[in-house]
């Protein structure tokens, strides 16, 4: 079976210094995978690179067989790359609703400035993603009021609205309780078995993790050290150096970067 993500000789240099170095690793269709590593191991970078925002120094990235390496963010999430995006202030004064039409009217390509005149539009289809998240009885509230693990959930749905084949979650708990981060987690895995997307995300909390990933890659100084399930990482010499060495695997309370 093709991967949905193929990722070769991944590298990146700013100025002399190497914050990625040769990654390379697979994500299959219907798979939740995890990358870890300590901080500045050079993670959001694999996922700039991914997504868009950063241009490779070298290697390749492949979506579904197809070369999309260096591609502009717009033309990699249109070919199916979803990321959860931070709800901006212009956004806050809709409610929770509009929000996902209006990621639906984008999707279909519509134009932004309909939308005053089209409170309706693709309103079953934003109702039937909010169901999906469990945010359909908050549809009508503003989401300027929502509570900060209610907003992470509305991202999702947002995210969904594009019929992404690959979601790109980079911290997507950070800043949230415990509870909620486990909640997230549960949630996503759900969307993963129920709708066959494959996700790749990166998490603080080891616990959750290990609960929900089917597989973990390790990277550790731009190099990844590991990549198998969760006994296999967990039995790797090289990760239990990174763990035993000195080198927490996450501070506690770790800048979303
Ligand atoms: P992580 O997400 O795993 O914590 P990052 O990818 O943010 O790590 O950072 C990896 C390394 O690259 C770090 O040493 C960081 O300081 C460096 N780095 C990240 N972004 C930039 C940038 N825009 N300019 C210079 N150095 C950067
Ligand atoms: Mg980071």
Redesign the pocket.
Known sequence: MTAVLRVQGLTRF??G?R??GGVEFEVAPGELKALI????????????MLMGQ?RPSSGEVFLNGKRITGLPPRDIWRRGVGRTFQITATYQSMTVAENVQMALISHHRRLFSFLPYARNLYREEALALLDVVGMVDQADRSCAVLAYGDLKRLELAIALSHDPTLLLM?EPTAGMAPKERIALMQLTADIVRDRGISVLF?EHDMDVVFTHAHHIMV?NR?ELIADGTAAQVRANARVQEVYLGGGTLYAAE?AH?
């Open positions: 700013f100025g210094v914050a990625v590593g300590p901080n500045g191991a050079g993670k959001s970078t694999c996922f700039n950063l980079d990166t990277l731009g770790d970067a």
